[in-house]
């Protein structure tokens, strides 16, 4: 669940990785003798807290644009920006380049940080993690 909690602290979910870390949290505070399990769920913890200050307050520069929110969803998968770019059929430099303007839009400065607060925006949903959308061409 820990795992669990860290991998959806990467993507941007937040909310749902607060709730897995309270279920974990829950399960390890029954044990007898938890072991490491207790620092683990402590460091994992920290990661959400510094996520969600990262995240801001809900407020943006300007809104993305269509193409840059297409980038925005793609940034949430393991897809590197060649990835990303071929998936969209647009040139990496171009996917470069909105993947600059959304950290500008957003006031970040690295991926985590663009995915955790856009998913605080709402602008990634749980049906848009991993999923293109239907208005993305899939990888399949």
């Not at 959400?48 to 200050?53: C, K, N, V």
């Not at 940080?113 to 602008?123: F, K, N, W, Y």
């Amino acid at each position: 669940m820990l795992t669990v909690a860290q991998i959806r602290i990467r993507r941007g979910l937040l909310g749902q990785a607060a709730t897995d870390l309270a279920e974990a949290r829950a399960e390890i505070d029954s044990f007898a003798d938890p072991g490491r399990l207790a620092s683990l769920a402590t460091a994992v913890e920290d990661e959400l807290e510094t996520a969600q200050r990262r995240a801001g307050d809900g407020r943006l520069r300007e809104p993305p644009t269509g193409a840059e929110l297409k980038v925005l969803r793609l940034l949430a998968t393991e897809l590197s920006a060649r990835e990303i770019g071929a998936t969209l059929f647009i040139s990496v430099n171009t996917v470069r380049t909105h993947i600059r303007e959304l950290y500008r839009k957003l006031d970040v400065n690295s991926r985590t940080e663009a995915v955790a607060r856009a998913g605080t925006l709402g602008l990634l949903s749980d049906s848009h993690v991993g999923d293109p959308g239907p208005d993305l061409p899939s990888n399949t």
